[in-house]
């Protein structure tokens, strides 16, 4: 996987060399700066979309993630995803972060806020790091990338060689092109002759990498009253809708899941996600009692129920989040961990409205579902 940053000219000198030999790349845009005498304009944008490149957004202005407060941040990460979509019309699913981990321009809150913006997102500034992924793993959160900054170029070779006998994706990005701390026109060249040469193919960040959500749907931004692939559970005349309201500060999306229950009635849903087993997962969302009274005890939560080889349900295998009892409150986090029995390799997640003892209605949002060592962005 091939990707740039920022927005010089040598975006379009590198589209051109993929051009010329049917491979693709990524291109990570910063509205903000184009159009200078040494930068990309709209044109070369459209150029890239229309000869099969994928278009991503690298913040606004480049500002450097952590060092400004949550409401310009979010401006920073949803302002070029709009202008990029309305531009090519095509959807902006991937996020490469200015600065990162190494320089300090991310950490768990940028994370967080990125979360379900974007679908995968890259670190930058990790340098002369072995960035080999298997395809088939998990999609991790953070998907770091080995630069190519001139010096490494035996290294960067090594990768392709090994891309070319396993299945693994050998990921990398860089700014420009015969400058410093970026490799020149020759040594990306003999890089992308020699991916041609073993038959390693070119693919885009989104065809590298899937989502980062394990859940489908975390936001229910599905439109209707549908919540794919969420499943629907009730009893009498509960009922599911999918409701446009505001999340909780700073998050984005536009809807949530709301779940009513008349008296001795319930309405939970469920989603299945494979899982490995022995690993400790974190569930978590947000959630606020809209409507009810008289809450009993655990009248309404969110699980975590294994499924045997069988897709039984494995008994004394549930935990369970806080009860969720405060009624028109504002939105609040609720978290659990769970470590998959030995005999699963699918587990239920789950959203429960369950007998209220004088009827219910609440909403969720935000779902997460990830190992533990992923941190949790619910």
């Not at 990029?84 to 991310?106: D, Q």
């Not at 700073?250 to 899941?257: D, E, F, H, M, N």
């Not at 779940?259 to 001795?264: E, K, N």
């Amino acid at each position: 996987m091939l990707s740039m940053d920022d927005g010089y000219l040598a975006m379009d000198v590198v589209r051109k060399l993929l051009d010329a030999r049917g491979q693709k790349g990524t291109f990570f845009i910063t509205p903000g700066l184009l159009n200078g005498s040494s930068k990309i304009n709209e044109t070369h944008i459209l150029a890239m979309v229309a000869n099969g490149h994928e278009v991503g957004a690298h913040s606004q202005t480049h500002a450097n993630m952590t060092a400004i407060a949550q409401p310009q941040r979010i401006i920073e990460l949803e302002q070029p995803k709009s202008y990029l979509e309305n531009l090519t019309g095509t959807a902006v699913t991937s996020f490469a972060y200015p600065f990162g981990t190494a320089s300090g321009g991310r950490n768990l809150t940028t994370d967080l806020d990125l979360y379900l913006r974007y679908d995968r997102a890259f670190d930058t500034a990790q340098y002369n790091q072995t960035a080999l992924h298997s395809r088939y793993a998990q999609a991790p959160t953070l998907i770091r990338r080995t630069c190519i900054d001139g010096t490494n170029h035996q290294q960067c070779l090594s990768m392709i060689r090994e891309a070319s006998v396993r299945p693994v994706v050998a990921s990398f990005f860089f700014h420009n092109l015969d400058t410093s701390i970026n490799p020149s026109i020759a040594q990306l060249t003999e890089m992308l002759d020699l991916a041609q040469s073993l038959g390693v193919e070119l693919i885009t960040a989104s065809d590298a990498f899937g989502s980062h959500r394990m859940v489908a749907n975390a936001g229910f931004e599905n439109s209707g009253t549908d919540a794919y692939p969420w499943r629907w559970f009730k009893s009498g005349s509960a009922q599911l809708e999918i409701v446009t309201e505001n999340p909780q500060m700073g998050l984005p999306g536009q809807r949530s899941l709301h779940l009513s229950a008349p008296v001795s009635t319930y309405s939970t849903v469920a989603q299945a996600v494979e899982v490995t087993p022995g690993t400790t997962y974190t569930y978590s969302f947000r959630a606020r009692a809209v409507s009810g009274s008289t809450w009993g005890a655990k009248s309404s939560y969110g699980n975590v129920v294994a499924l045997d080889y069988g897709q039984a349900t494995i008994a004394g295998s549930e935990v369970r989040t806080g009860s969720i009892m405060a009624e028109n409150v504002a939105w609040a986090k609720y978290s659990v961990d769970f470590t998959v029995p030995a005999t699963s390799t699918t587990v239920l997640l789950g959203l429960v409205l369950d007998w209220p003892a004088a009827g219910g209605r609440v909403a969720f949002d935000h779902v997460w579902f990830a190992p533990k060592a992923m941190a949790d962005l619910g």
